[in-house]
Structures are given as C-alpha cells and as structure tokens.
C-alpha cells in the first residue's frame, strides 16, 4: 500500500520525466572514461592504434572525438550489400535523448545518392545542419569518396593466346 502511494505521487509531479531524472543523463566525457579503455568494440593489435568497431564511428580509432557511445552528435558513412545492390549509408544519432538508453534504437540510418554531386550535397546538409557535426564533414566526404570507389570493379582483360602476326 505504501509503495503504491509513494509510486503514486511520484508519477503526479511532472518533473521526474525531466532528461536529468533519467537514466542516460550522464555527460559524455564520463562515458568517455568509462569506455576508453574497456570496450566489447575495441580492436587491439601490436604496432597498430587501438581501434573501435562500434557503430557510428567515423574513422574507428578508439578516441572521444569517432566515438558513436560517448557522443551526443554522431556523422558515419558506410557500405552495405543486400544482394548485388551496393548502397551507401549515413549514420547520426536519434535527437531524442531518451533513445541513449535503448542501444537498438539510437542510431539513425539513411541513404546517399551515389552521384557525386548529389550524395555529397545531401552530406553537406546533414552535417551543416543543427542535427550532426560540422567538424567531422571534410572526413566524412573524404570517406564517402572511398566508398564510392570501393563499388567499382575492375574489368577482367582476356588476352589472346595465339600470337599476332
């Protein structure tokens, strides 16, 4: 009876739906500190930097400034197959903070043109708007540049056997 009381005005008083009464309140540089050094997505290996597989990592390093976990702001680009279709793909994260606490549903996926003109200007507007970050956007064209080479396959010559005369 008492719990149900207290639970009771609890949920009556508005504020406790407040972002700093939720559970993904926490600033990003301590979830930065949390994670740098103890991650399911860090890559080890010698002679090497320590790099990150996590989603949304635009370049994978394991540093504050790719990172999809301890980031407000998120700016990848990506390649997917499904079938003989190749697409290219920006990631950013959801604006609603109470997403942080669902890990499934935080980041935010959608296509880019792959004409170059067109798919960097979609990109430019992303990052250039309030929504994602405008220092990660010279990176970020250079990587969809990559990934647009990547789609292309060399043409397999067959020379002739017999000689020419």
């Given at each position: 009876?008492?719990k149900?009381?207290a ?11 407040r ?14 500190e949390?994670i ?16 990150s597989?996590e ?10 400034k790719?990172s ?5 702001k ?8 499904k079938g ?7 990631t ?14 935080m ?14 200007a979609?990109?430019?507007k992303?990052?250039?708007g ?10 970020a ?6 990934v ?11 020379k002739?056997?017999?000689a020419t005369?």
């Amino acid at each position: 009876w008492l719990k149900r009381k207290a639970t009771r005005a609890l949920h009556a008083d508005p504020s406790w739906k407040r972002a700093d009464h939720c559970r993904g309140a926490m600033s990003s540089t301590l979830i930065w500190e949390c994670i740098k050094g103890n991650s399911s997505f860090i890559r080890k290996s010698t002679n090497m930097p320590i790099m990150s597989a996590e989603k949304g990592n635009l370049c994978g390093l394991n540093s504050f400034k790719f990172s999809a976990l301890a980031n407000s702001k998120v700016c990848d680009v990506s390649s997917t197959k499904k079938g003989s279709n190749e697409t290219i793909i920006l990631t950013t994260r959801h604006s609603k903070a109470s997403r942080a606490a669902r890990p499934g549903s935080m980041l935010l996926q959608s296509g880019l043109k792959k004409q170059t003109k067109k798919g960097l200007a979609q990109l430019k507007k992303a990052t250039e708007g309030s929504f994602c970050r405008r220092d990660l956007l010279e990176l970020a064209e250079k990587k969809y540049q990559k990934v647009k080479t990547s789609f292309k396959k060399k043409k397999v010559v067959f020379k002739s056997r017999r000689a020419t005369k």
